[in-house]
């Protein structure tokens, strides 16, 4: 094994749209030494494409789990599962170009110990928020509406730009740091547990920064759609989640109650959103 390799790992539920063209690419990407899907209890035939990837690729192993215990549990799986010294967390909907990887790991070397994030956009070139974030601020929601926004504005002169939180639709790291960290919080079932890993990451001393010069499409919410309301309520049971473990324990019984208030006020709104956009 290469002893600056990469697993890629990869996270799949019903993911038929987009995962044959996401593994594709990852094969073919540059200094990925492994790949790793895991699967969480898929209804459609991606099983079926990733099995025709296996057989073709040596590098490439599959988890097919029997049921969906979410999203950090199986990116846990997935990196347990390789000894690689460097992690690629890939989502089936996230098409690496050849050097993707290669590129984002030499920044993060540069930058050392450092988790990166890529310049993600989608189909049509507009640029995701989620790639370049701020941490939550609950109480400063509640005084302002604007507080809700995480986005960080790009700064186009920075090859590396920090920032406190990236995507979890793309991240690299390596090995030692996810360990030292405890890998993904399996609290989370899905939504929020970006947020939090890329937190304990600063915690730590290492860095968080997004490679700018470093684009990647990013087909989203491909495998949500048939689900739009379970997604929402993990979305909103994520944020509590987070809440609970790094703001509230500096707050008042009257303020979690507020916030508590404020976020499951919200997700009805938000589930008949989703909704809407489901049938679109």
């Known amino acids: 094994m290469s002893n600056d390799g990469i697993t890629a790992v990869v996270v799949s539920h019903d993911s038929e749209e987009t995962i044959d063209d996401c593994l594709q690419r990852l094969r073919s990407a540059e200094g990925v030494t492994g790949i790793r899907v895991v699967d969480n209890d898929s209804c459609d035939a991606t099983l079926e494409?990733?099995?025709?990837?296996?057989?073709?690729?040596?590098?490439?192993?599959?988890?097919?789990?029997?049921?969906?215990?979410?999203?950090?549990?199986?990116?846990?799986?997935?990196?347990?599962?390789?000894?690689?010294?460097?992690?690629?967390?890939?989502?089936?909907?996230?098409?690496?170009?050849?050097?993707?990887?290669?590129?984002?790991?030499?920044?993060?070397?540069a930058h050392a110990p450092a988790l990166l994030g890529a310049d993600l956009v989608d189909e049509d070139g507009v640029r995701d928020a989620a790639a370049r974030r701020h941490d939550p601020d609950f109480v400063a929601m509640l005084r302002s509406p604007e507080a809700t926004r995480l986005a960080v504005t790009m700064d186009a002169t920075l090859a590396v730009q920090p920032v406190e939180a990236v995507s979890g639709a793309l991240?690299?790291?390596?090995?030692?740091?996810?360990?030292?960290?405890?890998?993904?919080?399996?609290?989370?079932?899905?939504?929020a547990e970006d947020l939090d890993l890329c937190r304990r990451v600063r915690d730590v001393g290492a860095n968080v920064a997004v490679a700018n010069d470093v684009r990647v499409v990013h087909v989203r919410g491909v495998s949500s759609r048939s689900r739009p309301l379970f997604v929402e309520w993990h979305k909103h049971r994520g944020l509590w989640r987070y809440f609970g473990k790094f703001e509230a324990p500096r707050r008042s019984d009257l303020l979690r109650a507020a916030v508590f208030t404020m976020i499951w006020a919200r997700f009805p709104f938000a589930a008949l959103r989703a909704l809407a956009r489901a049938q679109r």
Do not use: K
């Not at 029997?66 to 990116?75: I, L, M, Q, R």
């Not at 089936?92 to 984002?104: G, I, N, S």
């Open 171 to 191: 991240m690299l790291l390596p090995r030692w740091l996810f360990e030292r960290v405890g890998g993904f919080d399996v609290g989370y079932r899905l939504h």
């Open 49 to 109: 494409i990733v099995q025709r990837h296996a057989v073709a690729d040596l590098r490439l192993r599959f988890i097919a789990n029997p049921d969906n215990p979410g999203f950090a549990v199986a990116c846990n799986q997935g990196a347990a599962d390789s000894r690689a010294p460097w992690l690629a967390f890939v989502n089936p909907d996230c098409l690496v170009e050849v050097d993707t990887l290669a590129r984002m790991r030499a920044h993060a070397e």
